[in-house]
Protein backbone atom coordinates (compact mmCIF):
# COMPACT_ATOMS: atom_id res chain seq x y z
CA UNK A 1 0.00 0.00 0.00
CA UNK A 2 1.17 3.10 -1.18
CA UNK A 3 2.07 5.76 2.07
CA UNK A 4 3.82 8.54 2.66
CA UNK A 5 4.53 10.61 6.26
CA UNK A 6 6.02 13.53 6.59
CA UNK A 7 8.16 14.56 9.60
CA UNK A 8 10.30 17.56 10.85
CA UNK A 9 7.99 20.56 11.29
CA UNK A 10 8.75 22.65 14.39
CA UNK A 11 8.59 26.18 15.86
CA UNK A 12 11.27 27.90 14.36
CA UNK A 13 12.01 31.91 14.84
CA UNK A 14 12.09 34.01 12.14
CA UNK A 15 15.03 33.48 9.66
CA UNK A 16 15.77 30.32 10.66
CA UNK A 17 15.62 26.88 8.87
CA UNK A 18 13.72 23.66 8.87
CA UNK A 19 14.60 20.59 6.73
CA UNK A 20 10.88 18.54 6.05
CA UNK A 21 11.12 14.72 5.15
CA UNK A 22 8.70 12.54 3.24
CA UNK A 23 9.31 9.27 3.15
CA UNK A 24 7.60 6.93 0.69
CA UNK A 25 6.38 2.81 1.53
CA UNK A 26 4.91 0.82 -1.52
CA UNK A 27 6.46 2.46 -4.40
CA UNK A 28 9.77 4.10 -5.65
CA UNK A 29 10.36 7.48 -6.40
CA UNK A 30 10.31 6.57 -9.60
CA UNK A 31 6.51 5.89 -9.54
CA UNK A 32 5.90 9.58 -10.07
CA UNK A 33 6.36 13.72 -9.23
CA UNK A 34 6.48 14.78 -5.74
CA UNK A 35 4.91 17.50 -4.36
CA UNK A 36 4.99 19.86 -0.82
CA UNK A 37 1.95 21.80 -0.90
CA UNK A 38 0.87 23.87 2.55
CA UNK A 39 -2.39 25.40 3.87
CA UNK A 40 -2.33 27.84 6.69
CA UNK A 41 -6.21 28.56 8.59
CA UNK A 42 -8.82 30.52 6.80
CA UNK A 43 -6.32 29.66 3.40
CA UNK A 44 -6.57 27.79 0.68
CA UNK A 45 -4.02 25.23 -0.16
CA UNK A 46 -0.95 26.08 -2.24
CA UNK A 47 1.58 24.46 -4.03
CA UNK A 48 4.86 25.12 -2.45
CA UNK A 49 7.80 22.74 -4.59
CA UNK A 50 7.41 19.48 -6.44
CA UNK A 51 9.98 17.86 -8.20
CA UNK A 52 9.46 15.47 -10.76
CA UNK A 53 10.35 11.54 -10.90
CA UNK A 54 13.83 11.33 -12.21
CA UNK A 55 14.71 13.96 -10.15
CA UNK A 56 15.59 16.20 -13.34
CA UNK A 57 13.17 18.60 -12.94
CA UNK A 58 11.56 20.65 -10.06
CA UNK A 59 9.41 23.65 -9.83
CA UNK A 60 9.22 26.31 -6.58
CA UNK A 61 5.98 28.96 -6.22
CA UNK A 62 7.29 32.25 -6.84
CA UNK A 63 6.75 33.22 -2.52
CA UNK A 64 9.99 30.35 -1.93
CA UNK A 65 12.00 30.61 -4.84
CA UNK A 66 15.20 31.36 -3.62
CA UNK A 67 14.75 30.00 0.32
CA UNK A 68 13.07 26.39 -0.18
CA UNK A 69 15.01 23.72 -1.98
CA UNK A 70 13.58 20.40 -2.23
CA UNK A 71 16.07 17.33 -3.00
CA UNK A 72 15.03 13.44 -2.85
CA UNK A 73 17.04 10.29 -1.79
CA UNK A 74 16.07 7.10 -4.18
CA UNK A 75 17.92 5.00 -1.86
CA UNK A 76 15.79 5.90 1.10
CA UNK A 77 13.13 6.94 -0.40
CA UNK A 78 12.64 10.04 0.64
CA UNK A 79 12.21 13.14 -0.62
CA UNK A 80 13.24 16.55 1.23
CA UNK A 81 12.25 20.39 1.95
CA UNK A 82 15.39 22.79 2.85
CA UNK A 83 13.35 25.59 4.03
CA UNK A 84 15.99 28.93 4.94
CA UNK A 85 15.26 32.01 5.67
CA UNK A 86 11.42 31.22 6.99
CA UNK A 87 9.17 34.09 7.75
CA UNK A 88 5.52 34.45 9.47
CA UNK A 89 3.46 34.01 6.57
CA UNK A 90 5.51 30.39 5.43
CA UNK A 91 3.34 28.92 9.17
CA UNK A 92 1.11 26.00 7.44
CA UNK A 93 0.91 22.75 8.08
CA UNK A 94 2.82 21.30 5.18
CA UNK A 95 2.02 17.82 3.09
CA UNK A 96 3.92 15.99 0.43
CA UNK A 97 1.92 13.85 -1.96
CA UNK A 98 2.70 11.54 -5.22
CA UNK A 99 0.95 11.72 -8.60
CA UNK A 100 1.34 9.30 -11.21
CA UNK A 101 3.17 11.25 -13.82
CA UNK A 102 6.53 11.46 -13.93
CA UNK A 103 5.99 15.55 -14.76
CA UNK A 104 6.51 17.96 -11.57
CA UNK A 105 3.67 20.76 -11.67
CA UNK A 106 2.20 22.36 -8.93
CA UNK A 107 -1.39 22.04 -9.26
CA UNK A 108 -3.02 20.13 -6.03
CA UNK A 109 -5.66 18.43 -7.72
CA UNK A 110 -3.52 16.42 -9.80
CA UNK A 111 -1.88 14.17 -7.04
CA UNK A 112 -3.56 11.10 -5.85
CA UNK A 113 -1.77 10.19 -3.05
CA UNK A 114 -1.31 12.62 0.56
CA UNK A 115 0.48 12.39 3.77
CA UNK A 116 -0.84 13.03 6.90
CA UNK A 117 1.15 16.72 7.22
CA UNK A 118 3.57 18.42 9.44
CA UNK A 119 3.38 21.68 11.30
CA UNK A 120 5.43 24.39 10.18
CA UNK A 121 5.23 27.38 12.98
CA UNK A 122 7.59 30.86 12.24
CA UNK A 123 7.00 33.03 15.25
CA UNK A 124 9.53 34.70 17.38
Known amino acids: QLQLVESGGGLVQPGGSLRLSCAASGFSLDYGAIGWFRQAPGKEREGVSC????????NYADSVKGRFTISRDSAKRTVYLQMNSLKPEDTAVYYCAARRSRLCVLLGETYDYWGQGTQVTVSS
Open 51 to 58: ISSSGGST
